[in-house]
């Protein structure tokens, strides 16, 4: 497994952040996320995605994507600040720990998040980022999205 494969939790983890109280959330709506492997192999990816109320409250409850279950037991978003320490568990059954620190308005979202796991019982850590905004608050209809 490469590095590159933790860039879908890199994602998941970024475009995420929920309601802890109503001044403390993003909006939902059209946004466009620009997720980086800062180590040990750089790469990039731009997505956008409609979030909608319930995807909002579904990612605070506990970020997570198709490749990865994450369990976070230390899980902050209120302040516009955000803070995330747990781990992550392959289907495999591969585990990383994942630690997070960032910030957020309702329209904007930036994390950086920490890395570590064993590959071949080689320790293996990596950096990732996301900065994502909002760019509407009313997504595409399905068939013209991007």
């Known amino acids: 497994m490469t590095m590159t494969r933790f860039a879908p939790l890199a994602l998941a983890l970024a475009a995420l952040a929920g309601p802890a109280a109503a001044a403390d959330t993003i909006l939902p709506g059209y946004w466009e996320s620009t997720n980086r492997m800062l180590s040990p192999i750089r790469t990039t990816d731009v997505e956008k995605r409609c979030l909608t109320p319930a ?3 579904k990612f ?9 279950t994450c369990t976070y037991p230390t ?3 209120a302040g516009g600040k955000i803070l995330l320490k747990g781990t992550c568990v392959s289907k495999k059954g591969r585990q990383v720990a994942v630690s997070g620190q960032g910030d957020f308005t309702p329209t904007t979202f930036k994390l950086t998040a ?3 796991t064993t590959f071949a019982g ?3 850590s990596g950096r990732a ?3 994502a905004r909002r760019i509407s608050d ?5 068939d ?3």
């Open 60 to 68: 605070m409850m506990g970020p997570s994507n198709r490749h990865y």
């Open 129 to 131: 980022s996301t900065e």
């Open 75 to 77: 899980r902050s978003f």
């Open 122 to 124: 080689i320790p293996v």
């Open 138 to 142: 009313v997504c595409p209809p399905k």
């Open 144 to 146: 013209s999205a991007d």
């Open 114 to 116: 920490n890395i570590a």
């Open 55 to 57: 995807d909002v409250e």
